[in-house]
């Protein structure tokens, strides 16, 4: 076969994002609108060196690939993560992916090269329709790689209202039952106006102290909201938003992605669990299969390190019930000072969390 590597520019937007559109392998982050995100966190410094290859005419795979600059290194990570994992069109026979396969890390490693990176990240989604069928992903430890996998959670909405109910941790439902002294209003692509995103916006930011994004990452993710493809839910208390919650949406599954409540309210009041209830249920009036709620840290890895803050976001995750699944996670160093320097940093951090722990 010959296989063409060809760089994403804006003009070949349209074409990646029709074979996202029609792949099994891809979930939102694979899109060219993600990609902007990306591109927009102008604090990181990204690179593009996104790339798909050909056969002749025929797109055969899309590689998303940003170098970005993470504790004063070159890294090719989203936002310091990992980058989702090319994604190859679906009829292709096992050979041939493995072959594209060999090819597109083959390309990768001479990318990192030559744009002096150090580290490269990438994962796969549990959300892909590959995913949720179970299907095996190409493991890449065979191109060298360490496997750094974690853990998500999904609700699985197809679930009758009663038994999602009955999967609530108890606690959670009598907040629920507290929280219904409010009002939760969904803004979709019908419904959402500016002055609800920038109510949304300056909550984000009082939450978090500071705007913590550049500004051009939330006029995209309006964007997304107007396309049909987010929406976003407010919990209101005597005429005051106080909590909002951020859903990204892609081929029928969900994801949430960005939550913030008010201070002033979030000591006082459960605003969280009726926020989320009241979405779960409406993504099941919009018959959506799969709700990610998200990341599960649930103890002390050697190469993950949850602080007090993010343990207790994953068990306040689980009580919303659904089933923790993997979330594969690889990485690669191209540089041995840092790969030595993150690992003695790693080993040092995981010892001081050992000791802490048990004594």
Known sequence: MQYKIQKLDINKYKIWDDFCNNCNQVWFWHTTDWLEYILARTEFSPKNLSFFVCEGDVLEAIVPLVSEKINNYREITYEGGPVPAPAIKDNLSDHGKSELIKLIFKTIDKLANENKTSRSSFSYSPLT??????????????????NISLATRLIDLKKDEQTLWKELRRNHRRNIEKGRQFQVNIYDSGKITEQIFNNYTKLHAKAAGRQTRPQKTFQLMLEW???????????????????????????????????????????RYPIRQILEWQSILY????????????????????????????????????GFGGFELPFPIFEKYYSQEYSSKMKAEQKSKFDQREKKQYG
């Open 129 to 146: 329709k590959d995913a949720l069928q179970k299907k095996n992903n190409p493991n890449l430890t065979d191109m060298g790689f360490n």
């Open 225 to 267: 909201i107007k396309a049909g493809l987010a929406f976003l839910a407010a919990v209101e208390h005597q005429g005051a938003q106080i909590g909002f919650e951020y859903y990204s949406l892609y081929k029928n599954q969900v994801y949430g992605f960005s939550a913030a409540n008010d201070p002033d309210y979030e000591s």
């Open 283 to 318: 993504m099941k009036t919009r018959r959506f299969d799969f709700y990610e709620i998200g990341l599960q840290q649930n103890e002390i890895l050697p190469y993950d390190f949850p602080d007090q803050k993010q343990l207790n976001i994953s068990h306040f995750k689980k």
